[in-house]
């Protein structure tokens, strides 16, 4: 089994919205997926409860836990068979982040284009860095147009960190995928949101090993 953290001291970046995207194209591509929401606020948890109408089979299990059980989780879902873990975790909680990124194979650091976004990173990127995690940051909320995107992106490369080369783009099916308990590419399968996150999944196995390119489920 391997492991995915998204981490980020900041809120409003959306950790969860990938968390979920990501465990549902894995189980899209054939993958079991088990989700462990560490978020007090349990917005994984919550759109889990709201998921419906899902187009494909979904072997996707998702459960809330203290970060204090996240070791005995893993090795639960690891002995069930499970092929990837997602690690959900909440803004502003240094202790949670801590014990997330020590025990992942990869972590995302989700970050907007704005500059306090950028600033509140680099606390994400010391973690990593200490714990010698493969990681990469991911931009979010890229705006149609613009320099923010540009301007992030030479910022990222100016503090020597790995910067995800998948953009995450500001779109709708998104926000309406998290209102009804779904993933963007079932809210819209040959959208741009899709495309973002197959590219992102893709980036992200090439790290971690966990990518089932093909044998997708068709519901």
Known sequence: MKTLAIVSQKGGVGKTTLATALAVEAVRRG???VIIDLDPQASASFWKDTRQETLFEDP???TA???SRLAHVLAAAENAGCDLAVIDTPPFSKDIAYEATQRADFVLIPTRPAVLDVMAMTRSLDLVKHYERP???AITFCPHQGREVEDTERAIRELEANLCPVRI?????Y???QQTGRAAQEIDPG????QEIAGLYDYMGIHIGAVAQEGVKNG
């Open 31 to 33: 993958q079991s997926v």
């Open 65 to 67: 836990v203290p970060a």
């Open 60 to 62: 996707l299990a998702i």
């Open 135 to 137: 990681y990469a940051v």
């Open 175 to 177: 926000s309406r995928a």
């Open 191 to 194: 959208g741009k949101a899709a």
């Open 169 to 173: 783009g500001s779109r709708i099916a």
